[in-house]
């Protein structure tokens, strides 16, 4: 075999390994999100959406504190909390049932139409002590490192400033106790050592980040 010949299948042969790297990455669980020529239909979303209203409010404008504000949050963390609840990896007995209807391009626009929504402030009167301390504590446990600077969140991390102070307060709890474990570890391990006022002062800190 000549030295151009070996070549010319050399390089056929690695083309092959990396499309079928590729394909691998790209399927393996379905969730890249979006795929590059992937594209969530809005008005789809818009009207799907119109049974969340109930509980999320308009928009995603929730104002029971029991249910989290979904405008503007991260379309990336929707779309990965939808597909848990259809799979069972968070459990809910309101949202379990919901999500389980949804198909994953319901669960791809849903999370886009969401993520486009404008947050309006949630009612929550700060305490200013509070604040303060949960505003040293969440520096000690470098919540910024994934939440970044504004607590707005990026990709699978969620938007958690100016979201309910009573929904914040649950999910710490609900994750210090192992109650939710859909998080990968992380959110488990930064909330094992929170005492209940760390948990109240980070959600009020978090909750008045309007």
């Known amino acids: 075999m000549t030295r151009a010949r070996t070549s010319s299948f050399t390089a056929q042969r690695t083309a092959r390994i990396v499309a079928r790297v590729c394909a691998v990455f790209l399927c393996a669980g379905g969730l890249i999100w979006p795929l590059a020529d992937a594209r969530a239909d809005a008005q789809a979303g818009k009207t799907k959406a119109q049974t969340c209203v109930a509980c999320h409010g308009p928009m995603g404008n929730s104002v029971d504190p029991q249910y989290p504000a979904l405008a503007g949050q991260s379309p990336r963390y929707m779309f990965l909390q939808l ?9 809910d007995p309101r ?13 791809q626009n849903l999370a886009d139409y969401f993520a486009a ?14 604040v303060e301390a949960g505003r040293k504590k969440s520096a000690v446990e470098v919540c910024t490192m994934c939440h970044r600077d504004d ?6 991390i969620p938007r958690v400033a100016g979201q309910h102070y009573q929904y914040i307060v649950k999910q710490l709890q609900d994750f210090r106790s192992r109650t939710r474990t859909n998080d990968g570890g992380n959110m488990g391990s930064a909330a094992r050592n929170l005492t209940d006022d760390d948990i109240r002062n980070l959600a009020s800190y978090v909750a008045n980040l309007q």
């Open 117 to 130: 929504q404008k947050p309006v402030p949630v009612d929550f009167k700060a305490d200013g002590v509070a």
């Open 95 to 107: 949202m379990s049932p919901m999500a389980a209807k949804l198909s994953k391009d319901d669960m």
């Open 83 to 91: 597909k848990d609840f259809k799979e069972g990896r968070r459990k």
């Open 151 to 156: 607590f707005a969140g990026q990709n699978e």
